[in-house]
Every structure is written in structure tokens, then in C-alpha cells.
């Protein structure tokens, strides 16, 4: 079986509801594509956001289109210790009693209320990649990368949906923990 | 066989040689101490250094005294990418072909043509400590984290000195990804 996972690193990045797209850009905005992300359909947005939490702020955040029905917040554990927040490990739209902040673009600002998070760590295939793997939908896998800085990422929680692609998504504390810069490659491994 | 390590994040810090000290604070200057770290006579000092790669700079980065034989600066990834040098990932002293930069203090400033790096994951023991681990020096070993983060780190160092006490050395990224604050637990795994 080839156990290869392709790996992709996960900057800090925003999805926005329509709602509070609008609040943030105007009546009936629509977010500009700045290019494809690897998942079909999703891409990064030529916009961008800041969050502040009480006196902290990170800029030029990038929002991915296209809106979802909940607005989330997606950061690392640096950026979590940056501004003071215990940042919850969550699994995507799982919001509850996570921490808010206030997004500040261009044209408005918004304080939401939760949706603050560390992307609890995943892999993403379709169900014909989950099947040859031995996946089923919201399983927990292990997977290793090598060299130097050889990590064995566990708890990786399986996502399957047919609009897919087989990779798997760390953040960047993740991606530098295992020395690795935007893309790597990870090998399923059993656990015993 | 009690197969816990336990665990310290380590952020950034440098270790100064008495050379590089006198030019930053002045002719036989002496590191104030601030507290005692856990392994014996290493000590937090109350000074700290900034350090600029071109225009860009990290402030209030903490001095380990005592002084060793060269100086050393050892950050994450994330501070690497922040200083937009490629930092590799060595053990301690290996200096040959790191990036140097420029250190400041509230005294002076001195330019290190090398000594920037990341460094390489490592426990600290004793021989005793050793013995009981069926440990040697320089072995590489993997040890694991539990919770939602958990990972397992390989190539993990093992440096054996009567001055050591069991303790595995973390950077601020590796720390961040297993969801670890300041202190945490590991556990020796073998891997098959």
C-alpha cells in the first residue's frame, strides 16, 4: 500500500459568514480570488483581515473563500501565546465556548463573539483515497515525516467528502516543529 | 522500567563567550543572575540582547550564563522565518556555516559572523540516569507526548553528563505543536 500523505502547512487564515462579510466590506460583497487553494473550490482571497484581542493585534491575516456558514478564526499556538488567549484545539465549525476578538478590515470592524481556534490537525481525501487507505470519516491516524526534525504526528483526524483531495494540514507551529516550509511529504504509520 | 522524560520548552535564548560579553556590557562584566535553570549552574540572567538580521530585529531575547566557550543564539523556526534566515538545526557548538547577525544590548553591539541556530532536539542525563534509560551518549531516541496534540519526536539527542539532570529540551515551536506550555511529559517509545 502506498502510505505517502502529502502536507501542506496552514497559515493563520479566516472564514467569514456572508453576514459578517458584509459588515466588514459592504452590502452584497463578494471576495476576490487571489489564487486556487489545493481543495477544490477554496481559495485564498485577495482580501485580508486583522484581529485584535484587548491591546494584541495581528495583521494582514488572509481570509479563504468562499463564506461559510460560521465565521472561524484559524491561528497557532505562537500566535495564541502573542495575544494571551488559550487557544482551543478545535475540529472546524466545533465553535463553542471558544474565544472571540475583534476583526478590523479595510472598510469596518466586527467583534465576534467565538469562532477563535487552533485547527485541530487533519487529513483531507476523498472517499475512493479514504478507501484505498483504510479510512473512514472522522477516524484518528498517525503520520510521520522524516529527516532531520522526523515528527509523528498523532491524532489526525480523518476527513473525508468527495470534493477532496488526499493532504494533510498542519499549522505552522506543526510545520516548523517538523522543519517544514509551506509543503512536505508524511507516511501513515500503525501505532502498536 | 519508568520510561517518563520529562519535558522543558525552551525559548530563544543566548549563550555569550566572556569575549563577546565584555564587548556587549563592558571589560570584565559578570552576568547577573535572575534564577537558577534545572540544569546544575545554568542560570537565567538578568540581561538580555536584541538581535538584528538586516532591517529586521528581535528584542529582549534572555542570556543563559555562565558564559561558554563561544556564543550561540539558538531560536525557532518561527523567529527564523521572522528574521528571513534559513536556520539550521544543530547541536550545540556545531557552529560551522550558521548565519551570523548582529547582537545589541543596552551597552554596545557586536557583529557574530556565525552561531544562529535552531537547535537540535536533546535530553539532558546523567550516567546514572543514563544506565537506567539504556541510554548512551549521543544516541538519537523518540519520545512522545500525550493529549489532543500528541506527537512523537525522533532523532532526539541524548547528552550524558554527571552535571545533568533528566530533562528533554523542546523549542518554543516543537512545544507549541504538542499543545505544551513551559513544562510537560514525555514518554521514551520504541519504534519498530
Known sequence: MDRRIPIEVSARHVHLSQNDLEVLF??????????NLVQ???FAAKETLDIQVSS???????????VREKTQVEL???DGVFLRIDLP?????????TP??????????????KGVINAWR??????KEAKKLGFKNGMSVSVKTKGTCS???????VQVDKNYRLYMHLDTDEGNAACMVKKGQGYLVTIV
Not at 56 to 66: D, L, M, T, V
Not at 151 to 157: L, P, S
Open 100 to 113: 472571540g476578538a475583534i476583526l478590523i478590515s479595510r472598510k469596518g470592524r466586527i467583534k465576534i463573539k
Open 76 to 78: 497557532s499556538h505562537t
Open 89 to 97: 484545539v478545535r475540529e472546524s465549525e466545533d465553535l463553542k465556548e
Open 122 to 127: 487533519h487529513i483531507h481525501c476523498s472517499p
Open 56 to 66: 494584541r493585534k495581528i495583521s494582514n491575516i488572509r481570509i479563504i473563500g468562499p
Open 26 to 35: 459592504g452590502k452584497g460583497y463578494k471576495l476576490k480570488k487571489l489564487r
Open 151 to 157: 515528527i509523528t504526528f498523532h491524532n489526525v483526524k
Open 40 to 42: 477544490p473550490k477554496e
